[in-house]
């Protein structure tokens, strides 16, 4: 069993940027691609970043365009997900997830973090 923790969200106006991270435990994410999801309110939870296991591949949604940088440091056994240039739509609970593929598909993710807030003001 992996845990998933995020952390890092928050308030924050219009243009500013954000870290997220999402600490694991349990067991190592090294062998674990991983990705982030972000879900706002009466919407579909969507694909946001993914990356893969040893972090030499990354994938992106288009919404993002070059906004938002996703990296991890195995030996720390975290996630990061840095959001710069953030928009009010950005705004949505932001999850971690763990598979074993780098994927924009969430249903092949087998863990899930709880998630954590960020708001965008305009």
């Known amino acids: 069993q992996v845990q998933l923790v995020e952390s890092g969200g928050g308030l924050v106006q219009a243009g500013g940027s954000l870290r997220l991270s999402c600490a694991a435990s349990g067991r190592t994410i090294s062998r674990y691609a991983m990705g982030w999801f972000r879900q706002a309110p009466g919407k579909e939870r969507e694909f946001v970043a993914a990356i893969s296991w040893s972090g030499g591949r990354t994938y992106n949604a288009d919404f993002v365009k070059g906004r938002f940088t996703i990296s991890r440091d195995n030996a720390k056994n975290t996630v990061y997900l840095q959001m710069n240039s953030l928009k009010p739509e950005d705004t949505a609970v932001y999850y971690c997830?763990?598979?074993?593929?780098?994927?924009?598909?969430?249903?092949?993710?087998?863990?899930w973090g709880q998630g954590t807030q960020v708001t965008v003001s305009s």
């Open positions: 997830a763990a598979g074993m593929v780098s994927t924009e598909n969430k249903y092949a993710y087998d863990y």
